[in-house]
């Protein structure tokens, strides 16, 4: 199942005219542009001896193998053995190619053919809103964990205490659970922040929602109370992971704001501190994968959306990063 999805393996702008490497469900994938602009995504591994398709280079609009400089098209097909300039490879002598998209300012792969869209991010084509990435996160931890800990509001006052929660104020209110077509979804979600965005002034209480999209994709829309924000301020938060083992992961965060003014750098800076509180204690986790029982680890009220987070994966037969 996972392979049919369509996962995010590198910023946009990460991949260039020279050959990256990138790891996908424990595939080993090299990236890299022809000189129209258009990427392509190959396991990284030469058909002819194996070598490392990444140690290669880009030569005009093939990708080379450093080892015996066999060229490959962007389709896979090999278009050059110089040791036998005569040759004319046949279709077999090809390098296994993979449908790749690029959105939210990433790159996206996919492994096994199906007709699946990408995870929904509707703030992405809202003018109103600026968009950047923070990241890649290299975390020690499975992606069903990292999603669930950032659907989870219960560990603010702790984990991001002076920041989204505080100790005396820890009590949860009761929120609205309800499936979507892709997924599951948490409304009327409230929690009093110290500080909820970078430009927060005082304590405010935010409205936030929830939403799965996707088995290793999540987003959140967060709103102020009224009269605590300027100009209408809001923002949504998108977290696309890249489940790269069952045990690890490289995650980034599309942030969406109103805010055209501030510096990449110090929105980015604000989203960094928040996600490296959480990094580790996502990677102190035990199990590292992510229980699907509903008796290997408890709950409370407060746990109804990681419940249905669990449900639906189960539900889609996800098998990678779960026990």
């Not at 790891?23 to 591994?45: P, Y």
């Not at 408890?298 to 109804?304: E, K, M």
């Not at 994966?313 to 990063?321: A, C, P, Q």
Request: glycine share 6%; with cysteine; net charge negative.
């Amino acid at each position: 199942m996972e392979k049919s999805l369509w996962h995010p393996v590198a910023l946009t702008e990460a991949v260039v005219h020279a050959p990256l490497a990138v790891r996908l469900l424990e595939q080993d994938l090299v990236l890299w542009r022809d000189l129209a602009g258009q990427a392509h995504a190959f396991v990284d591994r030469c058909p002819h001896r194996g070598a490392r398709l990444s140690m290669g280079r880009v030569q005009a609009d093939r990708l080379e193998c450093p080892y015996h400089g066999w060229q490959f098209e962007g389709d896979g097909h090999c278009a050059q053995v110089p040791a036998v300039p005569d040759f004319v490879p046949p279709p077999a002598h090809c390098v296994r190619a993979f449908a790749l998209q690029e959105r939210h300012g990433l790159v996206w792969v996919q492994l096994e053919a199906a007709e699946i869209p990408l995870p929904q991010f509707p703030a992405e084509d809202d003018a109103r809103l600026r968009k950047l990435n923070c990241g890649p996160y290299d975390v020690a931890a499975s992606a069903p964990r990292i999603i669930e800990n950032f659907l989870d509001m219960s560990h603010f006052g702790f984990v991001h205490e002076g920041w989204l929660g505080s100790r005396d104020a820890t009590a949860m209110e009761r929120y609205g659970v309800e499936t979507t077509p892709t997924g599951v979804k948490a409304t009327n979600c409230k929690v009093r922040q110290p500080q909820s965005n970078l430009h927060s002034t005082a304590a405010a209480d935010v409205h936030y929602t929830y939403e799965v999209t996707d088995p290793y994709t999540a987003l959140l829309n967060k709103l102020p109370e009224e009269g605590t924000s300027k100009d209408g301020w809001y923002e949504s938060i998108g977290l696309f992971i890249c489940p790269v083992t069952p045990e690890s992961s490289r995650v980034w965060f599309r942030l969406a704001v109103a805010d055209f003014e501030t510096a990449d750098a110090q929105l980015q800076a604000f989203q960094h501190t928040i996600f490296t509180q959480d990094q580790p204690v996502l990677e102190s986790q035990q199990p590292k994968c992510l229980p699907l029982d509903p008796r290997a680890e408890l709950n409370s009220a407060a746990d109804r959306m990681s419940v249905a987070y669990r449900r639906y994966l189960k539900s889609r037969g996800i098998s990678f990063g779960v026990c």
